[in-house]
């Protein structure tokens, strides 16, 4: 019997701590998606985000004061809701609505109870970014409300709203409480206990099976996150995560499987398209790269050096930053090894400022002698002597002597153009690498590789990232970095293993000849053009129609 065609939504919304806020993965998610659903619901697609600006300019959000401007009215005077409308300036342009939450913050205590009383969310061990992600996630809901309700909708109009992650889990309760004839939709990136038991270095994977996720989140200390978390994977109409390994992560620590997963998808809009553009770029990132790595350290290294990078957030163990260092220090000793390697880890630290010493080296009119002092960062940190990364260089004795082979540079800072040193974007660095490195521990997706091969550029990764997998999948059997992508295999206890595997994978790469650099580098590309969101969408397609025969279930239930 055929299947019955699915349910649409005409109406989007999505709400997300992320939303014209750049922190994480989950933005890229949300911002590389927003064409793709604006082509199909024309401006029937809103994203609630937190207003943390106010009346300053936020460079991400392009307020227009016409937009719906009797709802946005009325949404102040008989909801106390005080938003901003416009675009989010990102491809697409889809609407925006930022909420200041910061008035419902003396009602905390209020939400709280409510959030215990009806759903069993215990906040009593809240501390950090739980009481303002909470607040934002109530506001968040009244928004939708607000909006259902000023323009008469109905069951009948198919409405979709969205949460992710626990900050805006609340926010999928309210409606489910006071809006049912909207179908809900929650989205976990990675489960909060999951995330801890990883960054607190206990086996995740080999132990998953034993752990129960309440216990876990009192011992580590993140019961109220996990509370909101779990209540609202077993409140929504569609329970999702991004991948089948974090499927299994929530099957065991929420107590949920779930309904849908939603694999992170991408578009290539920012990857220059013709190809002498695409090998300016490529040659003007590398001049760059290298030019900041030869006045830092005092050598000239040309352009026949291998580039290796890795990038993320500063999750040391999580992101695989350990292993990274690990295996490029085995590359130092490595006889076999025939041009000079400099690899840079690209990772937002507690960040100073650019070295002005650097900085004065950079200039045209500079004569340099020799090596900057500690020659191996760009940036002054607040607090070196705490930082991980150069705690292991100086474990492993890597000082970025002149007669190193490989050298190992750190840029603590956020490439955003306005750093300093580079002055330009992470994308437009990144098109210069030669090869990336992204060994995660904990990934559940990893859109540090998804971008890496968007630029053609070849990357290694590990199975326990979804992304990996799916590569995996892919090729039908273990992807290697002549397919573009090298995964290897990773698990709790496997660590000189995968740094081994890494630095031979190096090794491989440095030594390819130029055509089959260049055959990798193809099939990177064509690798990335399989997980554009023209190919991953149906997914959400999907999770729209399970959300919404749920809510006619739970509302022919209810009558």
């Known amino acids: 019997m055929p299947r019955a065609a699915l349910l649409s939504p005409s109406c989007i919304f999505e709400s997300s701590w992320e939303v014209c806020n750049k922190v994480g993965g989950i933005y890229t998610v949300l911002s590389s998606r927003a064409k793709t659903l604006q082509e199909v619901f024309k401006d029937k697609v809103f994203y609630i985000g937190p207003d943390f600006w106010l009346e300053k300019k936020n460079p991400l959000f392009k307020e227009s004061k016409t937009l719906l401007k009797a709802w946005r009215e009325a949404a102040k005077e008989v909801d106390g809701l005080s938003l901003r409308i416009g675009r989010w300036a990102i491809p697409g342009e889809p609407i925006a609505i930022l909420v200041d939450f910061q008035p419902f913050m003396e009602e905390k205590n209020q939400i709280f109870g409510w959030a215990w009383e ?7 061990h809240a501390y950090g970014d739980y009481d303002e992600s909470i607040v934002f996630s109530w506001a968040a809901g009244k928004v939708v409300e607000s909006y259902f309700r000023y323009f008469h909708l109905s069951l009948g109009d198919n409405v979709v709203f969205q949460a992710h992650e626990w900050q805006t889990s609340l926010a999928a309760m309210y409606v489910n409480k006071y809006v049912p004839e909207v179908a809900t939709i929650f989205t976990t990136h990675a489960t909060t206990v999951g995330r801890s038991i990883a960054g607190n270095n206990k086996p995740l994977y080999d132990y998953l099976f034993s752990y129960d996720g309440d216990q876990m989140a009192a011992e580590l200390g993140v019961q109220a996150k996990h509370s909101v978390e779990k209540n609202a994977a077993h409140t929504v109409d569609c329970f999702t995560t991004v991948s089948e390994i974090t499927g299994k992560e ?3 620590l929420l107590a949920k499987e779930p309904d849908a997963i939603l694999m992170n998808g991408f578009e290539n809009d920012f990857v220059p398209a013709p190809a ?4 300016e770029a490529r040659k003007a990132a590398r001049t760059t790269l290298l030019n900041v790595a030869n006045k830092l350290m005092g050598t000239d290294i040309g352009d026949e050096a291998l580039i290796v990078a890795t990038g993320g957030r500063y999750e040391y163990k999580n992101k695989g930053i350990d292993v990274f260092v690990d295996a490029i220090n085995r590359l130092r000793f490595d006889e076999n090894l025939q041009r000079p390697v400099v690899a840079f880890i690209l990772v937002p630290a507690w960040m100073k400022e650019a070295r002005q010493d650097l900085k004065q080296a950079l200039k045209p009119t500079t004569k340099l002698a020799g090596a900057l002092s500690n020659p191996r960062i760009t940036h002054e940190l607040n607090e070196p002597w705490n930082d991980k990364v150069l705690a292991q260089m100086d474990w492993l004795g890597i000082h970025n002597k002149a007669d190193d082979k490989v050298k190992i540079i750190f840029v603590p800072c956020y490439l955003d153009g306005t750093d300093g040193i580079f002055n330009k974007h992470y994308y437009q660095l990144l098109i210069g690498i030669d090869l990336c490195v992204f060994p995660s521990y904990y990934e559940p997706w990893g859109y540090t590789p998804t971008e890496s091969i968007a630029f053609h550029v070849p990357c290694i990764t590990t199975d326990l990232a979804g992304f990996g997998l799916w590569a995996n999948a892919v090729k039908g059997e273990t992807s290697q970095i002549t397919d573009g992508v090298q995964t290897i295999h990773r698990s709790d206890y496997n660590f000189e293993d995968v740094s081994e595997e890494i630095k031979n ?27 554009r969101w023209k190919h991953f969408i149906k997914y959400y397609y999907e999770a729209y129609d399970i959300a919404l025969r749920k809510r006619n279930q739970r509302w022919a239930h209810n009558r």
């Open 118 to 124: 009806n759903f069993g969310v215990d906040s009593l």
């Open 250 to 252: 929530c099957k065991q």
């Open 276 to 279: 002498k553009a695409f090998d």
């Open 505 to 531: 994978t190096i090794l491989q790469y440095a030594d390819f000849t130029k055509k089959e650099v260049t055959a990798a580098r193809s099939a990177a590309k064509k690798l990335a053009e399989k997980a």
